[in-house]
C-alpha cells in the first residue's frame, strides 16, 4: 500500500506490521506526528530520505529503523535481515550506489488523476561545489545516470498510464552532458514515433545556455520549462557561494537564450548572501522583471545541515537556531551586511511586489509575447487540458475577487489576440499566479510575526545564570557566551553584568 498525503489521507488503522515513512526536513514536524500515531498503534517504523539521512540523530530514538543514505543496497539488506528475524537498528550506505539496475517504479500504485504531473529521475548528483548546497552532501559530484533505455521505459510506462507532463527530477539534469544528450536522442525518437504526447520539464544549471546543441535536444524532446538555481543577479554574491557556472555569461542573455528556444524558465533566487545589502531587494525585483521570469521561487538564505555554508557559518558565530526546513519564512543566518529585521522587510516587501498581480501580469506577457516557438506539434485540446481550462474559469475568473478575474481575462484575451499558440501556456500560468499569490499572502502574516519581535525593544539586563553539567554560571560567568533572546527568541550574545 503507498500513500501520499499531498493527495489522500494515511490510514493509520491499517494492519500493516511495518511502516516506511520519508521526507525532507522541511516534513519534520508532521513526520514526528506520523510516527507517533503509528507507534501509538503498535506498529513497527521504518525511515529514510533526505531528512534521515542529514538529520539522523533526531530520528535515532524514534524509529525501529532507520536509513542513512540511499537505499538500493541497504533495503534489499533489511528485507533479508528481517526474513531472518534480525533487522538492524541502522543501515548505512557503504557507497553511492551506481543505478544501472534500479527497478522501474510502480506507478500503476498510484493515483495518477490526482497528479498535474508525474516524476522520474534519470541522474543523482551534481558537478558544482556551490556552499549552501545540501545535493553533493547527500548524492556526491559526480553524476551518476540510470541507462538511457530504462529510462525511456520508464516515460513508456507512464504514458501508457494516460500522463502528458513528466518531470525529470534531476537536481542537474545537464550535469553529465554526454549522458543527457543521449537520453535526450532518444526521448526526441519516442515524441516522434508516439506524437509528442508527453511535456517534460526538469532542472538544469544556467550553462545550459551555453550549449547549443543541448539546447536544441531539449526543445526538440519537448522540454517546455526548466527551473534554474540563478539565486542572485549579483556577481559578488554569486562568487561568495561558489555558483561560479553562473558568472561564465551574461545572466540576462543566458535566460533569454533558454526563451527564445521556446523553454520557459523558473528560477531559484535567494536573499541573504553575506554580499547582499539593502538594495538587493530592487536589484532582485529588476532582474525578474528584466528576464521575464513569471515563477520565480525567490526564498532566504539557510544553512543547511552537513553542508559547508553550515561549517563555516558555525565557526564564525553566525548561526541563528537550526534550518527549519522552510526557507520561504525563515533564515538561520544572520547576516552580515544588513540586520535581521531589514532582511526579514526586505524579503517580504520583495515577494508582495513579484507576485502582485500588475507585476505578474506584465512579466508573464512579455514572455508569452517573445518566446521562442514550442516543438509541441499536438494542438487539439484533450480531457486533461479542458479540465485545466475550466477549473481556470472557475477559480479565477467566476468565483475569484475582481482584481484577479481581471487580470485573469486580460492575459487570456491578450494572448488570444497577440499569440493564440500561447493560449495553453496562458491558462497555466493564470492558475499558477493564484497558488502563487495565495501563497505569498501566507508567506507575508508569516514574516509579520516574526519583524514584529524583531522590532520590539530588548529587555533590560538582568541578573541571570545557567546549569553547566551540574554547577550553577553567574551572570560574569556568561559573558560573551550565546544564549537565546526572550523578546525574540533569535540567539544573541550574553552582556557581561
Known amino acids: 500500500m503507498l500513500r501520499d498525503e499531498n493527495v489522500e489521507a494515511i490510514d493509520f488503522d491499517t494492519d500493516a506490521d511495518w511502516i516506511g515513512l520519508t521526507g525532507y526536513i522541511v516534513h519534520k514536524a508532521r513526520m514526528f506526528e506520523i510516527i507517533d500515531a503509528f507507534k501509538a498503534r503498535g506498529r513497527r517504523i521504518a525511515v529514510g530520505g533526505p531528512f534521515a539521512t542529514l538529520c539522523p540523530e533526531q530520528l535515532r530514538d524514534k524509529v525501529d529503523v532507520l536509513f542513512v543514505g540511499e537505499s538500493e543496497r541497504t533495503w534489499p ?5 528481517l526474513a531472518a528475524g534480525e533487522p538492524r537498528a541502522e543501515y548505512h550506505a557503504d557507497a553511492l550506489p551506481e543505478l544501472d539496475d534500479a527497478p522501474i517504479p510502480r506507478f500503476d500504485l498510484l493515483k495518477l488523476n490526482r497528479y498535474r504531473s508525474m516524476a522520474v529521475q534519470f541522474a543523482r548528483g551534481c558537478p558544482y ?11 556526491g559530484r559526480r553524476p551518476r545516470t540510470k541507462p538511457v533505455a530504462r529510462l525511456v521505459a520508464e516515460v513508456d510506462a507512464l504514458h501508457a498510464l494516460g500522463a502528458h507532463d513528466v518531470f525529470v527530477v534531476d537536481d542537474n539534469f545537464i550535469g553529465n552532458k554526454k549522458a543527457a544528450k543521449a537520453l535526450l536522442r532518444e526521448l526526441v525518437g519516442w515524441q516522434v514515433a508516439h506524437g509528442y504526447p508527453v511535456e517534460f520539464m526538469t532542472e538544469v544549471s544556467l550553462n545550459l545556455a551555453q550549449d547549443d546543441e543541448l539546447l536544441r535536444l531539449m526543445h526538440d524532446a519537448n522540454f ?20 561560479t557556472q553562473n558568472i561564465r555569461a551574461d545572466l540576462l542573455g543566458s535566460v533569454r537564450k533558454i526563451q527564445d528556444a521556446g523553454i520557459e524558465v523558473m528560477a531559484g533566487m535567494i536573499v541573504g548572501f553575506d554580499n547582499d545589502d539593502v538594495s538587493i531587494f530592487e ?20 544553512a543547511l545541515p552537513q553542508t559547508p555554508l553550515r561549517e563555516r557559518l558555525l565557526t564564525a558565530g553566525r548561526l541563528d537556531d537550526e534550518y527549519t526546513g522552510d526557507q520561504f519564512v525563515f ?3 544572520i547576516p552580515a551586511a544588513m540586520s535581521r529585521l531589514e532582511l526579514y522587510e526586505g524579503y517580504r516587501d520583495l515577494l508582495e511586489r513579484l507576485y502582485d498581480h500588475s507585476n505578474y501580469r506584465r512579466r508573464a506577457m512579455a514572455f508569452l509575447r517573445d518566446q ?35 487580470m485573469t481575462l486580460r492575459m487570456l484575451g491578450e494572448t488570444l489576440l497577440r499569440r493564440p499558440s500561447s493560449m495553453r501556456k496562458a491558462v497555466v500560468l493564470a492558475l499558477m499566479h493564484k497558488h502563487l499569490h495565495e501563497y505569498a499572502v501566507f508567506v507575508r502574516a508569516e514574516l509579520d510575526r516574526i519583524i514584529v519581535g524583531l522590532r520590539a525593544p530588548a529587555p533590560p539586563p538582568v541578573a541571570v545564570a545557567e546549569l553547566v553539567g551540574h554547577r550553577l554560571l553567574p551572570q560574569d560567568r556568561l559573558a560573551g557566551r550565546r544564549s537565546p533572546d526572550p523578546a525574540s527568541g533569535h540567539v544573541v550574545d550574553v552582556p557581561a553584568g
Open 129 to 139: 561545489t556551490c556552499e549552501f548546497c545540501d545535493i553533493i552532501v547527500m548524492y
Open 224 to 243: 517546455t520549462s526548466v527551473f534554474i538555481g540563478i539565486e542572485s543577479p549579483r556577481v559578488a554574491s554569486l562568487e561568495e557561494t561558489g555558483k
Open 372 to 406: 521562442g516557438p514550442e516543438k509541441r506539434v499536438r494542438v487539439s485540446a484533450g480531457a486533461h487540458e479542458v479540465r485545466i481550462f475550466l477549473r481556470v474559469l472557475w477559480t479565477c475568473v467566476l468565483l475569484a475577487p475582481p482584481r484577479r478575474a481581471a
Open 331 to 333: 533564515s538561520n543566518v
Open 283 to 302: 536589484e532582485q525585483f529588476r532582474f525578474i522583471q528584466d528576464a521575464r521570469i513569471p515563477v520565480s521561487m525567490t526564498g532566504l538564505l539557510n
Open 77 to 81: 539488506r533489511f528485507l533479508s535481515d
